[in-house]
């Protein structure tokens, strides 16, 4: 039987992005994936493919109008003085920030374009900023677009389907995007993340459509699977998604330490692996997933390697 690929996105764009010397959301870790994917032989699994720029009409998918102009308004100063400028305390912009944003939500959509018209069964988008910490008027956590909750809409609103899934395995709560799709029960959400670690929301779901899973600081990968598989999978099954989006953040990591949980590259394996019967089950296969978190170096390459693994299915 022909086996179909595991589209790759990514783009320079997304690594000139800089934040500042120190900043742990920084250019090295687009560079320690690619490394890793070459040492490990995964590279030659994957069709790599180029992103384009979003669209103004792709961004109105998730986010007001007004915020936008301010933005893209914030971010040209920035370029015209060449200068590093704080939109909040953790998210700055220098002059190739809006062209890196423009580049990562292209992805997310083009990578959603890609798996719904046949090219690929499923996509990865190793791209930064990341998105889900971004609401619907707010830049917040090192996130200007939130390229899940965008590529979502673009399945739902561009592409015609009736039902798609969020999934979000980052350690911190994906806020922005409950901020953008609580209510819209076209979308289902499922996620866990560290509890009362930032930005400290997540605790009360928003809305009806969202498994929200807060847990406790050093719980190791068991557990958490354990949690998985009884309160995100019975959901995942009865919603019967057409499609899977995943906002994969590795700093759950046991060795990443902007939190304490203690998964492991078996686990985010084994979640995948997971997520790809879901997906089999009910969509043909239909996974996009996008980079969020993962700031140890090392730890965050080994684990896109594993997810990437189970998702190309080799
Ligand atoms: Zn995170």
């Known amino acids: 039987m022909h086996k179909m690929t595991t589209a790759y996105f990514t783009h320079p ?21 690619e490394d890793r994917l070459l040492v490990s032989g995964l590279d030659i699994a994957l069709t790599r493919m180029d992103p384009p720029l979003a669209k103004h009409s792709d961004l ?7 915020y936008l102009l301010e933005l893209q308004e914030f971010m040209q100063q920035a370029a015209e003085t060449g200068e590093h400028r704080a939109l909040d305390p953790d998210t700055m912009v220098c002059p190739a920030t809006w062209q890196a944003a423009l580049r990562a939500a292209g992805a997310a959509v083009a990578a959603t374009d890609t798996v719904l018209d046949g090219k690929a069964e499923n996509a990865f988008c190793a791209i930064r900023p990341p ?40 350690v911190h709560h994906g806020n922005g995007t409950e901020d953008i799709i609580a209510g819209d029960e ?7 993340f560290q509890d009362q670690l930032y930005p400290f929301s997540g605790g009360v779901p928003l809305g009806t459509n969202m498994v929200n899973l807060p847990i406790p600081a050093y719980t190791r990968g068991g557990e958490i699977r354990e949690l998985i598989e009884a309160n995100w999978m019975p959901r995942l099954d009865e ?6 989006f995943i906002s994969a953040g590795f700093d759950a990591h046991r060795e990443d330490e902007m939190g304490q949980l203690g998964l492991v590259e078996a686990d985010y394996e084994w979640i ?6 879901v997906a089999k089950r009910h969509c043909k296969g239909r996974i996009v997933s996008c980079l969020e ?8 390459a080994r684990s896109v390697a594993s ?3 189970a998702l190309a299915d080799v």
């Not at 090192?142 to 009736?162: E, M, S, T, Y």
């Open 13 to 33: 764009d997304c690594r000139a992005h800089d934040m500042g010397a120190g900043h742990p959301e920084c250019p090295q870790r687009l560079d320690a994936i």
């Open 60 to 66: 109105m998918l998730a986010h007001s109008e007004g």
């Open 131 to 170: 998105g889900h910490h971004a609401t619907r008027s707010q830049t917040m956590g090192f996130c200007f677009f939130n390229n899940v909750a965008i590529a979502a809409r673009h399945a739902l609103d561009v592409r015609g389907l009736k039902r798609v899934a969020i999934v979000d395995f980052d």
């Open 186 to 192: 076209r979308i289902l959400m499922v996620s866990f």
């Open 239 to 244: 919603f019967a998604p057409e499609m899977i």
């Open 272 to 277: 995948t692996r997971r997520l790809v019967d």
């Open 293 to 300: 978190g993962g700031y140890s170096l090392s730890s965050l």
């Open 307 to 309: 997810h990437v693994r």
